[in-house]
């Protein structure tokens, strides 16, 4: 399999997962602003859609969209427990997540980022922000990952997203159990090797 990632952007969860997960896997950095990668190949050939990640399976297809490739990594290593068995309610409360943090804190970080973004447009996203990020804490509580005590892919994603706000001037403070959490997460082995191989962090 081959990732397709920029560094620290949303791909930064199934690199992640797969280094939790164990799984064989090659990387090829893409520049998100002219759409080619690393090796110079366009990269629209490969994802229409032009954004990361873009999971490229040994048979030669893809796969896009972050929840839905974290979700396929997990299923080939059932043992790993990175995602409760499909068709359970666990599995669907997975999912939830998942698309609250796809839709409701992910999307409502971009125009943070976006230079041409007016500051009245950058304080209306950190006002939807705040309590979403709210409703995340609380959901996580005193426990170690959403999950409980085991490590799944929303933990990865949600770790990703959250992890931006350092960059954008977006203040954890209000919420002491995220800031563990995320302290908690960057510690994990397989964390601070996709961290190590994108460049985000030093050996």
Sequence with gaps: MKLYFSPGACSLSPHIVL???GLEHTIEKTNLASKVTASGTDFKIINPKGS????QLDDGSVL??????????????????LAAPAGTMARYRLMETLNFISTELHKTYSPLFNPAST??????????????????????GDADYLGGKQFTVADAYLFVVLSWSSHV???LAAWPNIEAFLAR????PAVKAAMLAEGLIKA
């Design 52 to 55: 990361v990640p873009a999971l």
């Design 64 to 81: 896009t969209e972050g929840p839905a490739i974290i979700q396929y990594l997990a299923d080939l290593v059932p043992e790993k427990h």
């Design 185 to 188: 997460v960057a510690a994990r």
């Design 169 to 171: 001037n977006v203040s």
């Design 19 to 21: 280094c939790e997960a």
């Design 119 to 140: 500051d009245a447009a950058k304080a209306a996203a950190v006002n939807h922000l705040t309590p979403r990020i709210g409703v995340i804490a609380k959901q996580l």
